[in-house]
C-alpha cells in the first residue's frame, strides 16, 4: 500500500508504533488540526485517559483527565458516512457537535452506532495489534502514552 506522507502519521506509543492514514477527503479541517497539533508537539507524551475493551482508546487531553483540549478553537463538526469500524480514527467531543477540538479515539470494534456523528477523520493502517495493548481503564491507572506523533513527511 502506497502512503502520502503528507496525509500520514507516525504515532509511537509506550506500546509501539502505529501508523495512521489521514483522510482529508472526509474530513478536513479536522485532518489540518491533527498535523498542526502533531507537528507542534502537542500530542508527545499524552496519556490515553480513556480505553473501554471492545470499544475504544481516547487520547489527546492535555490534563490526562478529558477534560481539556488544545490553546486552538474547537473545530466545527465534518461529520461523514465512513463507518466507525475497528482502526477507525474519530474525534471526541462533548455534547455540543462543534466542540471537537484535539482529543480522538481509536476503535477497537463495531462502534456503528457513532456514524455520523462524530467526526472520522483517519485509520490505523499499520500496528492496530499494538494499539490492542493499551491499558484499559476509565480512568486509566498508570496509563500508556504517546511518545511521540509526528507526520511521515516530516521523518522521511
Known amino acids: 500500500m502506497s502512503l502520502d506522507p503528507e496525509n500520514t502519521l507516525v ?3 509506550t506500546k509501539g508504533k502505529v501508523v495512521i492514514k489521514l483522510r ?3 474530513a478536513p479541517g479536522h485532518v489540518e ?3 498542526t497539533l502533531s507537528r507542534q508537539g502537542f500530542y508527545d507524551g499524552i496519556v490515553f485517559h ?6 475504544m482508546a481516547q487520547v489527546g487531553c492535555p490534563h ?22 475497528r482502526g477507525i480514527c474519530s474525534m471526541a467531543r462533548s455534547q455540543n457537535p462543534n466542540s471537537a477540538n484535539s482529543q480522538f479515539f481509536i476503535v477497537f470494534d ?3 452506532f457513532l456514524d455520523k456523528q462524530y467526526t472520522a477523520w483517519g485509520e490505523v493502517v499499520e500496528g492496530m495489534e499494538n494499539v490492542d495493548k493499551i491499558k484499559r481503564g476509565e480512568p486509566v ?15 522521511a
Open 24 to 26: 482529508p477527503d472526509l
Open 11 to 13: 504515532m509511537e506509543t
Open 141 to 155: 491507572r498508570d496509563p500508556d502514552s504517546i511518545v511521540s506523533m509526528k507526520v511521515l513527511a516530516d521523518v
Open 64 to 85: 490526562g483527565t478529558g477534560t481539556g483540549g488544545s490553546e486552538l478553537p474547537d473545530l466545527k463538526a465534518e461529520f461523514n458516512a465512513q463507518p466507525h469500524v
Open 110 to 112: 463495531d462502534a456503528r
Open 33 to 35: 488540526r491533527l498535523k
Open 50 to 55: 480513556r480505553v473501554i475493551d471492545g470499544f
